[in-house]
């Protein structure tokens, strides 16, 4: 079975990420949706399949001293690992009026990225609006790699999902794709902005790598918070 790390925090900075880093791995932009908060929560690697011998036994293996790997039957590689990094924020604006603004080309360059992790420079929709079911986007990063954005989810001041794929840079050498969701939820007079991205791992052989770069990932993402509320005035 597939393993998954996962990481929460919450607090005043974080939105969307380049997916990669500078000399290496691509970025994450606007593709999947980001989110805030302190502290960093939660981590750990699940499960992978190992092929093993017929007639041997499955074991188990340690991942990283983090996670746990299941050696399983019949299989020649190492299975994928997910890891999960979720951070909030609550933005001064309903729910209508928060879902409109973080799907702004604005809301895209506020993501300024931190550290390896490139900011956003801008996306290009190549096919429909943003707000359109189905439609797709280009997101070029300052470090002059992209990646492609499927909206797969699109409800208006509720839920809004991104599929990113097609990453320029050498991350995509580490995961497959990743998922963004962000949802919209009523907090007094403002919105809680609540983003999750998940990243599918090719290996967990990758797992350290992949641990140092949702925490670096997650920083970014904070940072961009704190520029929504900076923007808003919240």
Request: hydrophobic letters at 35%.
């Amino acid at each position: 079975r597939r393993g998954r790390g996962v990481w929460e925090g919450g607090g005043a900075d974080g939105a969307r990420a380049g997916v990669g880093w500078r000399g290496g791995v691509g970025g994450v932009g606007g593709g999947a949706s980001g989110r805030t908060g302190a502290g960093l929560g939660e981590e750990g690697a699940g499960r992978a399949g190992l092929a093993g011998r017929r007639g041997t036994r499955p074991r188990r293996a340690r991942l990283g001293g983090v996670g746990r790997s299941a050696v399983g039957r019949g299989s020649g590689m190492l299975s994928p690992v997910k890891i999960t990094v979720r951070e909030h924020v609550v933005l001064p604006l309903a729910p209508e009026a928060a879902y409109d603004f973080f799907i702004t080309p604005e809301a895209y360059r506020l993501f300024t990225g931190w550290g390896p992790i490139p900011g956003i420079r801008e996306v290009v929709w190549e096919s429909g609006e943003p707000a359109t079911l189905g439609a797709y986007g280009r997101v070029h990063n300052a470090d002059g790699s992209t990646h492609r954005e499927h909206v797969v989810c699109a409800d208006r001041g509720e839920v809004y999902v991104l599929k990113i794929d097609q990453i320029s840079s050498a991350f995509r050498h580490l995961v497959r794709g990743i998922e963004e969701e962000a949802r919209f939820t009523p907090v007094g007079s403002g919105t809680k902005l609540t983003r999750t991205f998940v990243f599918d791992g090719r290996s967990p052989i990758y797992w350290p790598v992949l641990r140092a770069m949702s925490q670096m990932f997650r920083a970014a993402v904070r940072k961009n918070h704190a520029g929504f509320l900076t923007r808003l005035g919240g």
